[in-house]
């Protein structure tokens, strides 16, 4: 089973690259995006999960955005996690024309276990406020699904999938979709190194902008 899950799996990311392959080299951005992940545990039922991030283009010659989240967790059910938390985010962080925008957000987390297959669902519900614009709320939608593929250092080595749909108050339609598809690689008991590709796809007035996108996401947990 686990040797037709690698199979499929990769199968995917080939047929993936035949699709950005076969698009006008005009249409796909191709960006490099890393991550650093922090998950507290404060109680049985209670966490901090704390985020930095860094987007460039794939070449690294250009920071083109950087941000910080701070998230509470608490596990309400064992199928219902609860999620506020505020996301700060500054474009062009080096250049002139930088500027800022916050985000408080409230997710909720929908999951459950099946042997091997955790399908999830997340929905979230944030506030946009960018320097010199109106703001606007947005809210997004994501069904995913992680399998455990074997076991490393007493952690599960996971394959997760997943793709998100968010419509926001400004336009009152479907405005963005993500992608994704990566591994969970566990180093230790308390640090993974996350691989993993993504295509996001921007609604812009006239047509879609799309994003080729290689990320790693450096996780610990205490």
């Known amino acids: ?17 035949l699709v950005t392959q076969s698009a006008p080299a005009q249409d796909w951005d191709r960006e490099l995006w890393l991550d650093q992940r922090f998950s507290v545990s404060l109680s049985p039922k209670t966490f ?3 985020r930095f991030s860094q987007r460039a283009n794939e070449d690294v010659s250009r920071l083109f955005e950087t941000f910080v989240e701070l998230d509470m967790g608490f596990h309400a059910r064992p199928w219902l996690t609860l999620m506020p938390g505020f996301f700060y985010d500054r474009q062009n962080p080096f250049r002139p024309n930088s500027r800022s925008e916050n985000r408080p957000q409230l ?9 091997r297959w955790r399908p999830n669902l997340r929905a979230l519900l944030e506030g946009r406020f960018l320097s010199e614009e109106p703001g606007f709320l947005r809210f997004l939608l994501r069904p995913g699904v992680e399998y455990d593929l074997a076991t490393y250092k007493d952690r ?3 394959l997760f999938l997943s793709d998100e749909f968010a419509f926001d108050s400004r336009s009152g339609r479907f ?8 591994l969970s690689l566990p180093a230790t008991p308390r640090f993974s190194i996350i691989p993993y590709y993504l295509i996001e796809s921007n609604r812009l007035p006239e047509w879609w902008d799309h994003d080729h996108i290689w990320g790693f996401t450096f996780s610990w947990r205490f």
């Open 107 to 115: 997710a909720i987390l929908l999951h459950t276990r099946r042997y």
């Open 175 to 182: 405005s963005r979709n993500q992608f994704q598809v990566g």
């Open 48 to 50: 901090l999960l704390l």
């Open 1 to 17: 089973m686990n040797r037709i899950i690698l199979v499929r799996f990769s199968l995917s990311l080939v047929c993936l690259a």
């Open 156 to 158: 599960p080595l996971v």
